[in-house]
């Protein structure tokens, strides 16, 4: 059984708003963007969060949104390279468009899978399943789309990305508690 966890996606990038793939690239957030992580904090102002960590990505705009986010609340963020969005490899800051799309419902996440010299989600899998395996307790999670998709798919299966907000939702927080996901908006 895994902590109780709150996971956030950070908020709206330039580059979210201009549909480039990001990857381990950064572009800052938008206003639009720092208006998500500061409804995000006010979420997350009305838990008792005693006793959780509040750890952060290391890329920019996830630290970003932590600061916004967590900046009322939190003593400290620590950050885990761990809980970095994938790598898109050669795509890094083209726009989606341009890219070959298959089809299908997973048709968004294929574009990653179909990155040349990409991570892959097999290897976020077994990244993010290292950095559950070492959390000691409740936490706050700050990330990104699919690293937050890997890591709820993780604790509660494929019902955790069966709902149209499956990429992470910027803007809203995911309470997983018991293996069960409750969006939070």
């Known amino acids: 059984m895994f902590p109780?966890?709150?996971?956030?996606r950070h908020g709206e990038t330039?580059?979210?708003?201009?549909?480039?793939?990001?990857?381990?690239?950064?572009?800052?957030?938008?206003?639009?963007?720092?208006?998500?992580?500061?409804?995000q904090g006010r979420i997350l102002r009305a838990l008792d969060l005693g006793g959780f960590s509040m750890i952060s990505s290391p890329q920019g705009r996830a630290v970003q949104t932590a600061g916004i986010?967590?900046?009322?609340?939190?003593?400290?963020?620590?950050?885990d390279r761990r809980l970095r969005e994938i790598g898109v490899g050669d795509w890094s800051g083209l726009c989606r468009d341009s890219l070959p799309l298959g089809?299908?419902?997973?048709?968004?996440i294929a574009q990653y899978e179909a990155a040349p010299n990409g991570e892959g989600?097999?290897?976020?899998?077994?990244?993010?399943a290292?950095?559950?395996?070492?959390?000691?307790?409740p936490a706050v999670v700050v990330t990104h789309g699919i690293t937050s998709r890997v890591l709820r798919e993780i604790i509660t299966g494929e019902v955790a990305v069966a709902a149209s907000s499956n990429l992470g939702g910027q803007g809203c927080v995911y309470h997983l508690k018991d293996g069960v996901q409750k969006l939070l908006d």
């Open 4 to 8: 109780e966890l709150y996971i956030l």
């Open 14 to 39: 330039v580059w979210n708003s201009e549909n480039r793939m990001q990857g381990e690239l950064n572009s800052p957030l938008t206003a639009k963007g720092e208006a998500q992580a500061a409804s």
């Open 69 to 79: 986010a967590l900046g009322a609340i939190a003593q400290d963020v620590t950050t």
């Open 103 to 108: 089809d299908g419902p997973d048709a968004f």
């Open 121 to 128: 989600i097999a290897a976020v899998a077994v990244r993010v």
């Open 130 to 137: 290292a950095f559950l395996a070492d959390l000691k307790g």
